[in-house]
């Protein structure tokens, strides 16, 4: 089966400490991304990559920080410089090709700071 | 600056049609995607608009005027289970903007 999974699905950590969430496809994807979903707002990007060993910073970029070491792997790092990082997190891949564009998204993963 | 605007939240009956509307300002324009998101889950691709025109695929048709930055999903033959938010979003220089969406309430 095909597809991209994150884990876990919740997440509680205590205020001051980093937290990874795993996103990972086997869907042959090379461009990857993390968005962040708050209430009443749209997905909002935190960091993309397009290929192995290279990744950019989206919109909300501080706090945060990626891997891309291996194509099916897009590990995200909440820092504990993020000011406010409980939110809804959304990992995509979108597949290869320049008309390609569409984003398909892992289950996600809902992170509450205490 | 770019901008997507969506109705927040929307009422329809079971059985009846339902049109959203979305409008963009953005410095490109690369296509314009809608996509489904039950409570709780990921968003789930529905349709793609890059010309003019409406697309259809079952119930659900997408409709894009790129000259008035507009674009709709209209949702026939509505079922309980559409019940979710609807998700509008611009490629734009080939990133995605995405609206905040609107929440989708069918009642019986």
């Known amino acids: 089966d095909g597809g991209i999974t994150q884990s876990p699905k919740y997440l509680f950590r205590k205020e001051g400490q980093n937290v990874t969430l795993s996103c990972e496809q086997n869907?042959?994807?090379?461009?990857m991304y993390w968005y962040r979903q708050d209430p009443g707002q749209g997905l909002r990007l935190i960091y993309y990559s397009q290929i192995v060993n290279d990744f950019q910073k989206g919109d909300i970029a501080e706090g945060y920080s990626v891997s891309r070491e291996k194509k099916e792997s897009f590990p995200l790092t909440v820092t504990s410089a993020q000011k406010n990082p409980t939110a809804f997190y959304l990992c995509?891949?979108?597949?290869?090709?320049?008309?390609?564009?569409?984003?398909?998204f892992g289950p996600g993963t809902r992170l509450t700071v205490l | 600056g770019q901008n997507i605007d969506q109705p927040t939240e929307m009422t329809a009956t079971e059985g009846a049609i339902v049109q959203i509307n979305c409008t963009y300002q953005t410095s490109g324009f690369n296509g314009l995607f809608w996509y489904q998101q039950h409570a709780g889950e990921a968003p789930t691709f529905l349709s793609y608009n890059v010309l003019d025109g409406l697309e259809e695929k079952g119930r659900f048709s997408s409709f894009l005027s790129r000259s008035k930055g507009y674009s709709y999903l209209l949702l026939k033959e509505l079922q309980m289970k559409d019940s979710a938010s609807y998700l509008c979003?611009?490629?734009?220089?080939?990133?995605?903007?995405w609206g905040a969406g609107t929440k989708l309430i069918i009642k019986p």
């Open positions: 869907l042959n994807h090379d461009a």
């Open positions: 995509a891949s979108r597949p290869p090709g320049l008309r390609t564009d569409t984003q398909y």
């Open positions: 979003a611009v490629n734009s220089n080939y990133q995605l903007i």
